[in-house]
């Protein structure tokens, strides 16, 4: 089956859920390029709303704050978006109301890596508020040990791999393939 008769059968957007580093921004921008889909990121689109960064809206409004937003925006993104890639933020599924609508109208994939890659991949930024503490490694243990099994409520589940990028793309578009003839579509 090739992309494009599987972008047209899918019917609906692909959502990336997982952790920090996971590589949901990465990969989800370039499976959009891949599918010549539209590619938003619900990070992205909070910060638009606030005018300010991630790390700004947690340091001047609080988490909680931050966690309405994206449950809002996620929200509009569900209504506005038909053939897209969206990229959450880390944290965005584990909210109920957020996964219960995702889970309605989306495909959802859980971008999956180990905890070492992860770490490997989040150090080389410091735009994540969460993980700005003496240890890192031991908040991003406890996240993945929290929020695996939800992740896990995720209709797809891809490893990502190492290198390359393109690697994880095909991956997804595999799953996706397979999902679509499930549905004998
Ligand atoms: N094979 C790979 N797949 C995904 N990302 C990779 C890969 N190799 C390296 N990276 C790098 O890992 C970093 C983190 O990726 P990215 O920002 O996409 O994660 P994220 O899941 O969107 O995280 P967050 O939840 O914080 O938004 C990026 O710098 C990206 O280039
Ligand atoms: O995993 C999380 O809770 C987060 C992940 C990032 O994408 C941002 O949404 C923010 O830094 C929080
Ligand atoms: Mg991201």
């Known amino acids: 089956m090739d ?6 059968r899918l019917g609906c957007p692909v959502v990336l859920v997982g952790l920090m580093g996971a590589g949901k921004t990465t990969i989800g921008r370039r499976l959009a390029l891949r599918l010549g889909w539209d590619f938003r990121d619900s990070d992205h689109e909070v910060e638009a709303a606030a005018g300010r960064s991630v790390s700004d809206i947690f340091a001047d409004f609080g988490e909680a704050s931050f966690r309405d937003g ?9 209504e506005e978006s038909g053939s897209s890639v969206i990229a959450l933020g880390g944290g965005a599924f584990i909210n109920e109301e957020t996964r219960a609508l995702i889970r309605q109208k989306a495909l959802s994939v859980w971008l999956k890596a180990d905890i070492d890659t992860l770490m490997e991949r989040v150090s080389r ?17 406890k996240l993945l040990a929290e929020r695996s099994p939800i992740y896990a409520q995720a209709d797809i589940h891809v490893t990502s791999p190492g290198t390359p990028h ?11 393939a397979a999902r679509v003839e499930a549905q004998g579509r």
């Open 3 to 8: 992309r494009a008769h599987i972008a047209r």
């Open 125 to 141: 930024r410091d735009t994540r508020p969460l993980l700005q503490t003496e240890d890192p490694r031991a908040v991003m243990e």
């Open 70 to 78: 994206e449950r809002r925006v996620i929200g509009r993104l569900m």
């Open 166 to 176: 393109d690697a994880g793309v095909a991956a997804i578009i595999e799953a996706m």
